[in-house]
């Protein structure tokens, strides 16, 4: 039963290329929900997608940052024109139910370094 | 704001003595509370988590913690530590919407 799928695992990206992170939810998951931790601090949450749909992206810095969840294939966070200050650790995470009824389980992270 | 307060940001403890590790939030409705733990090296794994009902929960590896809603506070216990409970301990709290919103972790480390 294998769970959250991120890839890749590590990242390293210089300053304004492109970062794509990918998530594949646990299987019969369709809510995926991504989350940022800068270092020292606590997760912050940044989207929340169904299959072809954002519900919430009020986490989500309003320029450079996309996401999305198709109907085939893992969820994408897209970051460009990658900063330093984006330098984290992005985490995926999905449930069976909004979280309201259920939790979410997460995968292992993407560890994003811009040089 | 909605916040989530983990006030012990650093834990230095010896195996076999007791653990309780403060966690506090900001909502005054209705909230599931979970608190996650990270291994080094690993993901973010569910500890315990609270819905509804008795007030006093019991998670995995021996965790439990307790809701005490006139105190906003849901804070993780463990009689008795072991080296292998060194780890970042995350409290979590849904209230509105679908996000997590998470506190900003404890360190905690077990000396053998």
């Known amino acids: 039963n294998a769970g959250v799928m991120q890839n890749p695992r590590h990242l390293v990206r210089r300053r304004g290329q492109e970062a794509r992170l990918r998530c594949s939810p646990m299987?019969?998951?369709?809510?995926v929900y991504w989350y940022r931790q800068l270092p020292e601090e606590g997760l912050k949450f940044m989207v929340y997608?169904?299959?072809?749909?954002?519900?919430?992206e009020s986490g989500m810095p309003k320029e450079r940052f996309s996401a999305e969840f198709p109907k085939e294939g893992p969820s994408i966070l897209r970051i460009q024109q990658v900063v330093r200050g984006d330098s984290a650790a992005y985490f995926c995470?999905?449930?069976?139910?909004?979280?309201?009824?259920?939790?979410?389980?997460f995968g292992p992270g993407t560890r994003l370094t811009v040089t | 704001a909605q916040s989530v307060s983990q006030h012990n940001h650093h834990v230095i403890l010896s195996e076999a003595a007791s653990l309780e590790l403060g966690c506090n939030y900001s909502?005054?409705?209705?909230?599931?509370l979970f608190w996650y733990v990270q291994y080094p090296g690993q993901h973010l794994q569910l500890l315990l988590k609270?819905?509804?009902?008795?007030?006093l929960v019991k998670g995995i590896k021996g965790f439990e913690a307790e809701f005490i809603k006139s105190k906003f506070s849901f804070n993780l216990r463990k009689p008795s530590v072991q080296w292998s409970d060194t780890a970042e301990y995350f409290c979590?709290?849904?209230?509105?919407?679908?996000?997590?919103?998470f506190g900003g972790g404890t360190r905690l480390m077990v000396k053998p």
């Open positions: 997608l169904q299959k072809e749909n954002i519900i919430d």
């Open positions: 609270y819905f509804s009902g008795d007030p």
């Open positions: 909502y005054g409705g209705t909230v599931n």
């Open positions: 979590a709290v849904n209230n509105a919407g679908n996000m997590l919103t």
């Open positions: 299987k019969g998951h369709s809510h």
């Open positions: 995470a999905s449930s069976l139910t909004g979280t309201r009824a259920g939790e979410q389980y």
